[in-house]
C-alpha cells in the first residue's frame, strides 16, 4: 500500500516543515509581553516629559509672580501661590510639592537691574503617571528667573 504525503501548505503556498504547525501561536505568545512593555514604558516616558514641560511651565509663572512685587517678602508669598495656582490648572498632582525663591535681586537699589529666581519640586507617582501599579516616584524640578523692573518702586 503506497501512501500520500498529506499536503501542508500555508496560506502563500509554502510548505512549512513537519512539526511546525504551532510554532507562530508560541512565538507570538512570547514576544506579545515584551512588545506590551517596550509600548508601557514608551507611554510612561512621555508622560513623564509631559509633566517635566508642565513643571516648567509652572516655574516660569511663579517667577513671573514673583518679579512683579514691590519686596522679597510679597515676592516669596506671590511665587509660592502662583506655583499653586499653576499646578492646579496644568492638572499635575504632586505628592510633595517644593517651591524656592531667590529673591537677591530684591537688595538692589532701584534703578539697579536685578532677577528673581524660583525654582519648583514636584514630586510624582508614577503609578498615577502611567500604568496602575507601578511603583516608585519621580520628582521634577525646573528653575525659571525673571527680571525685575529697574524703575521700580520699592515704597
Known sequence: MIRHPVDRRGAAGSTLPCGEEGSESVELALLLPV???VLALIVVGARVALAGERVSGVASSAAR???LSRSAGTAQTAAVAGARAALADANLHCAST???VDTAGFTAGAGVPG???VTVSCTVSLASIGISGLPGSRTLTDTAVSPLDPLRDTR
Open 35 to 37: 512588545v506590551l512593555s
Open 98 to 100: 517644593a517651591v524656592t
Open 65 to 67: 509672580a514673583a518679579s
Open 115 to 117: 532677577v528673581v529666581r
